[in-house]
């Protein structure tokens, strides 16, 4: 069994703006109203030149800063995180098998 890992989390306010060295990363989002939210973070270049950086959800639409939270923090690489507990996923054998008792269910 992995030991647990402690990771941590640096909140920084919302008007630290996000820079275009975080392109590609993951940040959480605080939002006063309904909580956590977590968005990708994408630099928008054209011609070479980055003219926005923005906090993005998996639908497209942008979290603006100040008028949907008020803080956020970079996540942890997710990759490595999640190899750390390799383990601790499904067997293939078992997902082979759920795949096929599902795929028997929908032809009925």
């Not at 977590?38 to 497209?60: K, M, N, P, S």
Request: aromatic share 12%; glycine share 6%; charged share 30%.
């Amino acid at each position: 069994m992995p030991e647990k890992i402690t990771e941590q989390l640096v909140f920084r306010p919302a008007s630290e703006k996000l820079t275009k060295e975080l392109d590609g990363e993951w940040v959480i989002l605080l939002n006063p109203c309904d909580g956590w939210h977590i968005a990708h973070v994408l630099a928008l270049e054209e011609d070479g030149e980055v003219y926005h950086v923005g906090a993005y959800q998996f639908a497209g639409g942008e979290f603006e800063p100040h008028e949907f939270y008020v803080a956020w923090a970079l996540l942890p690489d997710s990759i490595k995180l999640s190899d750390h507990f390799e383990d601790q996923k499904m067997s293939q054998e078992i997902r082979d098998a759920r795949w096929r008792e599902w795929t028997a269910s929908i032809s009925k």
